[in-house]
């Protein structure tokens, strides 16, 4: 039987499964990514965090077909490098992240960007699986886009979907792309939690940090968010409403551009806070819409945290002959 690797890298956690032909989950892990020791200290744990995988679905690394890869920053799917990966430390010039890791795991190593991955997973296996064209908005700790059109996933020249970047408020406030304005900077969970800090030091109050000090995170994850919300947390809630405007107002302008038949809300916040907030954030778009009456249809990705994993494992099943649009399933 066919063994396929996929890890996602995002900002605070690295995800691992791996999958037989048909996508079954077979064995997965989850470890938080690195935040000292740069490209090295991440290649390293997502090595560590796919041989977790491949011991809970019973088998060796080098007994894998290959493994993708989805990773923020700029891909360099020849070169097999990653660079200007902005929500990980220290990690600006191309690193040889394929090599570093065939190296690790004694297999094929493919990479792909994280949020097109994991479109490709909704697109073929998840929420869209009935539409030809789709946006992804994947809202975690910044926010990334993925564009299926006419069945095929759009790229433009290497830098396409970057919807965190369109700009909601010329002039606004300090993207951590050091750009002003754009929609990651009132969206993305690195940026509101820069906020936060930022509104504590001004006094203001927040149960936020407490939260994360006692589930012993070290970044305000999206499960913090999630519990400060639950509890009427002023300040987490100003900043969510303020992402979900800056979220509603941009993808309403990329739908305008590219009249989808879907947005299917991903990432780690988006699948935390869950339908309730798509619904909301939807609410948003209306307003902006050029044909309001009739709007996408908005869908959280249905593949959950696992989605970007899995769509990882689709760039080496790619290679097969066979590969349908199904359906995901767990061993």
């Not at 032909?21 to 997502?46: D, F, I, N, Y």
């Not at 070169?79 to 065939?102: E, I, K, Q, S």
């Not at 499960?223 to 979220?247: P, Y």
Request: charged residues 25%; neutral net charge; contains cysteine.
């Amino acid at each position: 039987m066919v063994r396929i690797g996929g890890i996602d890298l995002g900002g605070t956690k690295i995800q691992a499964v791996v999958v037989d032909e048909s996508h079954t989950v077979l064995g997965q892990s989850r470890r938080e990514t690195p935040r000292k020791g740069g490209p090295e200290a991440v290649a390293a744990e997502m090595a560590e965090t796919m041989r977790a995988a491949c011991e809970a679905a019973g088998i060796d690394t080098d007994s894998l077909r290959g493994v993708g890869v989805g990773a923020p920053g700029a891909i360099d799917v020849a070169a097999g490098t990653v660079a200007r990966a902005g929500n990980l430390t220290d990690w600006d010039d191309p690193y040889p992240l394929g090599d570093a890791l065939t190296e690790r795991l004694g297999t094929t190593v493919a990479l792909g960007n994280d949020v097109n991955v994991a479109v490709q997973a909704e697109f073929d296996l998840g929420a869209a699986r009935e539409v030809s064209s789709l946006l992804g908005v994947f809202w975690g700790t910044g926010v990334g886009g993925g564009i299926v059109l006419n069945d095929e996933m759009w790229v433009g020249r290497g830098a396409a979907a970057e919807i965190g970047h369109m700009v909601v408020k010329p002039g606004g406030r300090r993207c951590p792309c050091g750009r002003h304005g754009c929609m990651e900077a009132y969206a993305g969970r690195g940026a509101m939690e820069a906020r936060a800090r930022k509104l504590v030091k001004s006094d203001h109050k927040t149960s936020l940090f407490k939260v994360m000090e006692k589930r012993g995170k070290q970044r305000l994850a999206s499960s913090v968010w999630d519990i400060a919300l639950k509890d009427g947390d002023r300040m987490a809630t100003r900043l969510i409403d303020e992402a979900v405007q800056a979220i509603g107002v941009a993808t309403a302008s990329a739908v305008n551009l590219l009249d989808v038949e879907m947005v299917v809300i991903g990432g780690g916040l988006g699948i935390r806070l869950g339908a309730p907030y798509a619904q909301r954030i939807e609410e948003a778009m209306l307003p902006h819409l050029f044909v309001s009456s009739r709007p996408p249809a908005v869908r959280v990705a249905a593949l959950g945290d696992l989605g970007g994993a899995v769509g990882a494992a689709l760039l080496i099943s790619a290679e097969s002959p066979d590969r349908k649009r199904g359906r995901l399933s767990r061993a």
